[in-house]
C-alpha cells in the first residue's frame, strides 16, 4: 500500500523550467529506487532519472543529463525532478515510481518498478 502523489508540471516555453514534485505515503520501508519516467504521444516510456533512497547514486538518461537534476526528501517521503533547458521534445506525461529493491542497471526500464503515480503533463513550446 504505497500512494504517489505528482503535481508540478505545466506549459513552459523553451528553455525554461519546472520542478516536479511527488509526495509519497503509505508503506514507505519499502522505497529503494526511485525514478522519474516520461511518455510522450506514439511513444514508449522511458526512464528519465532514479535515485537510490538516501541519494548516493543518481542515473540520468543521456537526454536528461546536464539538464535534469533528481533528489528525496527522506524525511518527508517527497522527491523532486527539477528540469532545466526544457525543449519542445522533453514535452511528455511525467510520471514518479518506486521499486522496492534496488536501482540497478535497469533503472530505466518500467517494468521492475512497482508503485506509479499519476502523470503529470509537461508541455514545452516553441
Known amino acids: 500500500q504505497v500512494q504517489l502523489v505528482e503535481s508540478g508540471g505545466g506549459s513552459v516555453q523553451a528553455g525554461g523550467s519546472l520542478r516536479l514534485s511527488c509526495a509519497v505515503s503509505?508503506?514507505?520501508?519499502?522505497?529503494?529506487?526511485v525514478g522519474w519516467f516520461r511518455q510522450g504521444p506514439e511513444k514508449e516510456r522511458d526512464g528519465v532519472a532514479a535515485?537510490?533512497?538516501?541519494?548516493?547514486?543518481?542515473h540520468y538518461a543521456d537526454s536528461a543529463k546536464g539538464r535534469f537534476t533528481i533528489s528525496q526528501d527522506n524525511y518527508k517521503n517527497t522527491f523532486y525532478l527539477q528540469m532545466n533547458s526544457l525543449q519542445p521534445e522533453d514535452t511528455a506525461m511525467y510520471y514518479c515510481a518506486i521499486h522496492a529493491g534496488p536501482c540497478g542497471g535497469i533503472w530505466y526500464i518500467p517494468r521492475p518498478y512497482e508503485y506509479w503515480g499519476q502523470g503529470t503533463q509537461v508541455t514545452v513550446s516553441s
Open positions: 535515485t537510490y533512497a538516501g541519494g548516493v547514486s543518481t
Open positions: 503509505g508503506y514507505t520501508y519499502a522505497i529503494n529506487c
